[in-house]
């Protein structure tokens, strides 16, 4: 086809021009709904500017111009073919109480899975330190956790959570980002085909397994548990979520659901991975203030039974929370 | 998704009507500009929190403590999420860079295609520096790293504003190809988009290059063009190799006025 550049770029400007404006007010508005009128008017300039898109790309025009239009009709073509669910509008409390618990049960098995991994490491740790106690320093890579748990217990007990007086905040602080990051990163390895999932729940539970053993055969059990359960029992399963969702992540990736492409794969757990980060997030934020604002407490200052009791609650709770919230939303939703 | 001639990678739609654009994925070291931007715009974005906590800190050091733990946390993860979804994919970074995220289906971007590929970065930076994302980005046809295949999300670069700059090559130029209007569209036909510019950059910088290069340059670029349309050897034996290359390039640019006048110097148009 031959074609007057010049001319043509004179003639067509106009409608590009007018296209661009267009295009800029629904961007910068995305809720914004246009007029019929307008909408028409849309739709005849993204076809004027997609006819003129055909039209030079069969000329050896200027690369900037093809560059130009191109760009301008994928975003034209982006607005007007739009065909997925709009976003509805995020309530917290349907979220809270139906979105997030309904995702978790749906993914449940990627949830055992995530557990049982943990649990393996768990049992590997405590193993390790039972026919090696030596490997206590290489297992455990932090200075408070190296000397004799009984002389940690009774330093703790003595000193009635003072040393941790005026950082509470600070403390609870740097546990929630902590955790958040290391969910994240766990969720993250999904996109190892869950090999870097796989390490990161196994090697979280050896350094479970390791502490434990190492209190339990040093006669700390009570301590042991009324230390880690009030905080323990929401950010270890806020940790296993955060796996459950990395092998979501890897499921996708290596395609449980043949007859679908790896695009669609990845597309249909997007949102039920982003509803996961919201829930296991939120979970690690009230982890970090129980740990910083209540766990430290031992006896004599707190009771161990108060603290134990604490701790059941919260994962009795949590259980209910997972296993029952929202069920007759779901139900609802699959019934005919 | 395919290599264009310049080697760079493509991202190619068609829509349902037909058409088909493509549109150039960016550059992994442009990329990486655009991301170094955006640290620095959240290195200062947590001063300034920084500087406001200090007030804070003579009410309460820990509450000051605790809010900039957070605030910096939130500022580095919610950085990326917040701008790419008010401003369509670009960050700062990629506004200074021409750059922004799409859907790789060309469709409207989504809120969860944002979280998702921003929060997947921790695999990216593997095991330091963007090296896992990097090496994937460049092997992967589409540029994306882990997070935007992930996400269905391809980085692109946002053509400039366009210009024909021929007129300054032609002035005062007769072109010998105007006596031959059917070579002429032929040119047209074969030559793309990419070569003519390549071949019109070239004339444009030819003032900053010594006359011997000049030679250098221009042979293989003539010999192309005559390899994909031959004229008759008395048109080709009177001139040079750069005057055939500007020949081309005022041929596949031309304009309306210069069409009714074959003779007219090519400056009248």
Known sequence: MILDLQQFIRAERPYWNELEALLRRIEEDPGARLPLEETRRFHYLYDRAASDLLRISTFASSPEILGYLEA????????????????????????????????????????????????????????????????????????????????????????????????????????????IQVSLSTLALGMTYGIGTVISLFYNGVILGA????????????????????????EIPSIIIAGQAGFVLAGALIGSRKRMTLFDRLAAVRGDLVTLIGGFSMLLVWAGIIEAFFSQYHEPAMPYGVKIGFGLLELLLLCGYLGLSGRKGQLGETAP | MMLNLSGRKTLQIQTPEGVVFNLVAAGLFTRFLAWTVDGAVVMTASSVIGMGAQFLMILSPDFANALMIILYMVISVGYGIFTEWQWRGQSWGKQLLRLRVIDASGLKLQLSQIIIRNLLRPVDLLPACYLLGGTFAFWNRRGQRL??????????????????????????????????????????????????????????????????????????????FRSLVPFEEKVDEMITDEQFVRNVVASVYRQAGSRSSRTAPIAAD
């Not at chain 1, 004799?148 to 703790?156: F, I, Y």
């Not at chain 1, 209190?215 to 880690?228: H, K, P």
């Not at chain 2, 030819?206 to 192309?224: G, K, M, N, T, W």
């Open chain 1, 72 to 179: 301008l009709v994928a975003r034209a073509y982006g607005e007007i073919h739009e065909t997925r669910e709009p976003r509805r509008r995020f309530l917290f409390r349907h979220w809270f109480s139906q979105q997030f618990p309904q995702t978790f049960r749906r993914h449940l098995r990627a949830f055992w899975l995530s557990l049982g991994l943990t649990v393996l490491g768990v049992i590997f740790g405590a193993g390790i330190l039972c026919v090696d106690p030596d490997a206590k320093e290489a297992l455990l890579p932090f200075s408070h956790l190296q000397g004799k748990p009984s002389e940690r217990v009774a330093e703790e007990e003595r000193e009635k959570g003072q040393s941790l007086e005026g950082k509470k905040a600070g403390f609870a602080g740097f546990l929630m980002t902590h955790n």
């Open chain 2, 147 to 224: 997070g935007d295949l992930a996400a269905n999300t391809v980085v692109v670069a946002i053509p400039g504003s366009f210009a024909v700059n021929v007129q300054s090559v032609e002035e005062g130029k007769y072109n010998s190809f105007r006596d031959y209007p059917h070579l002429e569209s032929r040119l047209r036909q074969r030559v793309s988009p990419a070569e003519a510019a390549l071949a019109l950059d070239a004339l444009l910088r030819r003032d900053e290059i010594s006359p011997e290069a000049r030679v250098e340059l221009f042979r293989p670029l003539a010999a192309h």
């Open chain 1, 211 to 234: 502490v434990s053993y190492d209190y339990i055969q040093d006669g700390q059990t009570r301590f042991l548990i009324g230390w880690l359960l009030p905080h323990g029992s929401v």
